[in-house]
């Protein structure tokens, strides 16, 4: 009976000590605890003197009884396992027992304690400090938080980082760029200061930017930028309890980017970001970068024709009429692909050039295969060009695809100039055979007629020319130079005119010097080309 009326004394004291945990703190909860394990300690004590005094007097009785009734030698004793009724059963000696039971009294106290320090609702704590340090007339969001240390004398300091998640596209004819970024800013706010509970709360979340202070920062390169609110605007605000506010929002950016295409494709890009103050001058608003790394890409950035190289932070602070206003930028480096223009541009390029050279080889008189190469390779070469230069914006300056397809233009150009050439000395070598047949036709029928007139007279007689003549003769003279002419030393032959003899006709010659001078030419132009403007990217480099 004893035992159960500890249980249940155990089992109320709990619940108890339970109810009365949940609206108290830990400190209090022990003060408690350490108060009914005092009671209950005493109570167990009285509980079990009367126990004690009991069992001394049924002790007492048991030595006054007559020899009769002491236990003969021959009773037999109940064995270990056999139960005896009517006689009650001794009751052991628990004296100090109510140790035991304070003992685990106290731990079931302790548990309870901690259970109900666990189960302390942070978020209505939560709650109550917004309530606190943000209620009706305890904070006003229009006054700039002072400055360092808390003197109002000093500008207030803003650490910004990002985290560049996207880049979507590098846009040549419009200069701009669009970007996705988490942009943050931190600073400090002496106004909201709190108590973290022992460290328990390390910092309060807002998702309402109105109901702090926030500075006027703005893009100055922004063209267009959107936020994201799908599916809940993507913005938090979160306040530690020293008083520093984090700010952090995703944002999507398309920004300019002044170009310089001199060297285009084979440029590299430099396009900024820049943020600054709109209203704060430098002696209320400093815009700091955070230290370490304050500019994150991610690791997986694709470009489609662009590769980032790397990224440079600075400052640019910029002065007016109105005073002076503190500014950050990034610079992003980007490296252009060269592969897709090799492919796209280049190599086709290349390849309307050579097949312009075909017509060298057809004969002379295909006219019409020539005509019809010579102009589709020309007008394909015009086409692409044209291509080239729609995508671009319309500069001053000359760039490096204008120098590239200017000079396969003018190779496809010549080419059918070469055949026009070609045309026409293949006619004037027609006119001239023709001359000099008719010559050749009037010298036979001359001789023809001369020898009918000496077959008709041969009668006629002729006068003797003088065997001997004067040194006056012009006949002997000219022998006399045909002599002299005949005992000259003998000119080496040139290589190039013997070459060229085998083709009789000048049709022919321009087109065998033209099949060895146009891919020359060609060579040579790629050589300087690529010399050159590799040679200048790395300069800028």
Same mark, same amino acid.
């Given at each position: ?11 109320r ?14 400190g209090?909860?022990s ?5 009914q ?54 009751? @052991? ?27 302390i ?46 880049i ?39 998702t ?6 926030? @500075?006027?920062?703005f893009?100055?390169?922004?063209k267009?930028?959107?936020f ?8 938090y ?21 002044p ?11 430099i ?15 400093v815009?700091?970068?955070?230290e ?27 002065k ?5 206003y ?35 080889w ?27 230069n ?22 496809v ?51 003797m020319k ?23 030393? @003998? ?14 006709t ?23 080309y ?12």
């Amino acid at each position: 009976m004893c035992q159960c009326e500890c249980v249940s004394h155990i089992s109320r004291r709990k619940t108890s000590s339970s109810s009365s945990s949940s609206s108290s703190s830990s400190g209090g909860s022990s003060g408690k605890a350490r108060s009914q394990v005092g009671k209950f300690v005493n109570q167990v004590g009285r509980a079990e003197a009367p126990r004690e005094q009991r069992s001394s007097s049924d002790a007492s009785r048991s030595s006054h009884r007559p020899p009769q009734e002491a236990a003969t030698p021959h009773a037999p004793r109940p064995s270990p396992g056999s139960r005896t009724h009517g006689a009650p059963h001794p009751t @052991p000696n628990m004296g100090s027992g109510h140790y035991f039971w304070a003992i685990l009294y106290f731990a079931s106290l302790c548990s309870a304690s901690l259970a109900n320090n666990a189960k302390i609702n942070f978020r209505e704590k939560e709650k109550k400090v917004l309530d606190q340090i943000l209620g009706a007339g305890k904070y006003d969001a229009r006054i700039r938080p002072s400055g360092i240390n808390g003197t109002d004398n000093k500008a207030t300091n803003v650490s910004v980082n990002m985290f560049l998640r996207s880049i979507s596209k590098i846009d040549d004819y419009k200069m701009e760029y669009s970007v996705q970024l988490t942009f943050r800013e931190q600073w400090t706010d002496e106004r909201l200061k709190f108590d973290d509970i022992q460290g328990r709360l390390k910092y309060l979340t807002l998702t309402e930017a109105n109901r702090v202070w926030m @500075p006027d920062l703005f893009f100055s390169n922004e063209k267009e930028g959107h936020f994201h609110n799908i599916i809940m605007p993507n913005v938090y605000i979160r306040i530690f309890p020293n008083g520093s506010v984090l700010y952090s929002i995703r944002i999507s950016l398309t920004l300019a980017c002044p170009m310089n295409l001199k060297l285009y494709p084979l440029d590299r890009q430099i396009c900024s970001l820049r943020m600054a103050s709109y209203g704060w001058t430098t002696n209320d608003l400093v815009f700091l970068w955070k230290e370490g790394d304050p500019v994150q890409v991610v690791k997986n950035l694709h470009l489609p024709r662009f590769t980032l190289e790397k990224f440079l932070t600075d400052y640019c602070n910029s002065k007016t009429n109105t005073g002076e206003y503190s500014c950050l930028k990034v610079d992003l480096l980007f490296k252009r692909e060269f592969s897709y223009y090799l492919i796209q541009i280049y190599i086709p390029c290349c390849m309307l050039v050579i097949v312009s050279w075909v017509s060298f080889w057809l004969d002379q008189g295909a006219v019409p295969a020539r005509v019809s190469l010579g102009v589709t390779t020309l007008l394909t070469m015009a086409t692409q060009t044209s291509g080239i230069n729609a995508s671009l914006p319309p500069v001053s300056y000359t760039k490096a695809i204008d120098v590239w397809t200017g000079v396969c233009l003018t190779f496809v150009f010549g080419a059918l100039l070469e055949f026009a050439l070609v045309n026409y000395a293949s006619r004037s070598d027609m006119h001239k055979e023709n001359m000099k047949k008719k010559r050749r036709d009037l010298e036979q029928a001359s001789l023809d007629a001369a020898s009918d007139l000496l077959d008709t007279d041969s009668n006629a007689t002729f006068a003797m020319k003088p065997l001997v003549r004067h040194p006056g003769d012009p006949l002997a003279l000219e022998k006399r130079l045909q002599c002299e002419v005949h005992m000259q030393a @003998p000119k080496r032959p040139n290589c190039c005119k013997t070459w060229l003899s085998k083709f009789p006709t000048r049709s022919k010659r321009i087109d065998v010097i033209s099949r060895i001078t146009f891919p020359l030419v060609f060579a040579l132009f790629n050589l300087v080309y690529w010399s050159t403007y590799l040679f200048r990217e790395e300069e800028d480099e």
